[in-house]
């Protein structure tokens, strides 16, 4: 499927399942993000040429008779893109081998069906999408998505938009394969992640059931505007009243009595804080492109950043260092790449049976951080006398 009809799939599907996290839990969000123009970024266009290049290679291995001689050459067409990297062959191939994993100890020939489709208006009004690949093998529906970015972790347990497509597979394919069980499976190579999440086809159904009328209520764009975690990718995030007032609710806390906060003042203050820091930079990035068009944003206005300085000509510029008595060993630094880059260069069997299982990469705890008690970690307390290791 070509990056054109992806994009207007999505243009046209207003309770697209991608920003299904954020409609559910915010209705009125998606007819307000209507007025915002549609916008792209260069680690948008990175991910849909790596989804290009493993739609080629899952349609090569499962779909179609393709030649080794064609299959070189539309690879090769895509490696010409701009934003090619050698790193996205190896993390496709990380995701060819999870599917191969899947299927390749299934009694029969299973179902598969690459960036396919999905129509799951039934739930939710025109709602459709695409879904990276599908497969049905006896009573099972696997439901998988290639997420390429490195950003955000994304879990597959109870994740919205797998679940909306699963409904879509289910209601399409349930007439001719006998679907009990849902297998959904997000697999984000470039954080080294894959997260699955099993349940059964009636309870799939039942969620359907009690999203409809929140669904209803989005594409209407009635109910309340309720600010979260899910505000992240909305189009109306730095302008949005709601979110402004989730922050400046802040405010109660000046007119308690003088002294010191008690550990629930503190956490219901960061309850109230969290995501204040992307809030605010969503704040500045919108008001200095309101600025760089010439409108008025009181306090403050656009100024040129600090520069950098580039040499005009690298060789000429050291050669001529050289000429003047400059030792060529000070103008270069030998440094080691670490370990993530190492891995980043060499394919994962290699960088596992080089490195990691002669013992020769270790991995230490990270320091400690604060996370919301939601948080699947395992919660950690300082030894009595490691308290200084964090100071």
Not at 87 to 92: G, I
Not at 224 to 251: I, M, N, W
Not at 297 to 309: L, P, Q
Request: net charge negative.
């Amino acid at each position: 499927m070509t990056k054109e009809i992806k994009h207007a799939e999505r243009a046209h599907a207003l309770l697209s399942a991608s920003a299904s996290s954020r409609w559910l839990n915010c209705t009125p969000s998606v007819r307000l993000e209507e007025q915002f123009p549609e916008s792209t970024s260069t680690y948008a266009e990175e991910g849909t040429l790596a989804h290009e290049i493993a739609e080629l290679k899952l349609r090569k291995y499962y779909m179609e008779p393709m030649s080794q001689r064609t299959f070189n050459t539309r690879l090769n067409k895509m490696k010409k893109h701009e934003l090619f990297q050698d790193e996205m062959l190896k993390h496709t191939d990380t995701y060819l081998e999870y599917l191969k994993g899947l299927t390749i100890g299934m009694k029969s020939i299973p179902y598969v069906a690459v960036e396919k489709r999905i129509d799951y208006s039934t739930y939710a009004p025109e709602g459709f999408g695409t879904v990276d690949c599908l497969i049905i093998s006896g009573d099972t529906l696997y439901v998988t998505d290639f997420k390429y970015g490195k950003g955000v972790l994304v879990s597959a347990e109870n994740n919205p938009q797998m679940k909306l497509y699963a409904l879509g597979a289910l209601l399409e394919y349930s007439f001719l394969y006998p679907i009990k069980a849902i297998k959904l499976a997000i697999i984000q190579p470039r954080l080294n992640s894959i997260s699955e999440f099993d349940l059964a086809a009636d309870e799939l159904l039942a969620w359907g059931e009690e999203i409809k009328r929140i669904a209803q209520q989005a594409f209407n764009g009635e109910g309340d505007f309720v600010p979260g975690e899910h505000c992240k990718f909305c189009k109306a995030k730095a302008q949005c009243k709601a979110r402004a007032e989730q922050y400046t609710a802040l405010e109660d806390f000046t007119s308690m009595h003088p002294g010191l906060l008690t550990n629930a003042d503190i956490g219901e203050i960061l309850q109230r804080a969290e995501g204040i820091e992307s809030w605010v930079k969503a704040l500045k990035d919108f008001a200095l492109a309101e600025s760089l068009k010439g409108a008025e944003i009181s306090g403050w206005k656009a100024v040129e950043g600090r520069g950098s300085r580039s040499f005009t000509d690298l060789d000429k510029a050291f050669a001529h260092l050289k000429e003047n008595g400059i030792d060529e060993a000070l103008l270069y630094d030998r440094v080691p790449l670490t370990v993530a880059k190492i891995e980043k260069v060499l394919k994962t069997e290699q960088f596992r049976s080089l490195l990691e299982e002669p013992g020769l990469v270790q991995k230490s705890a990270g320091k400690p951080t604060l996370a919301p008690i939601s948080d699947k970690r395992k919660q950690v307390f300082n030894a009595p006398d490691a308290a200084s290791d964090f100071s």
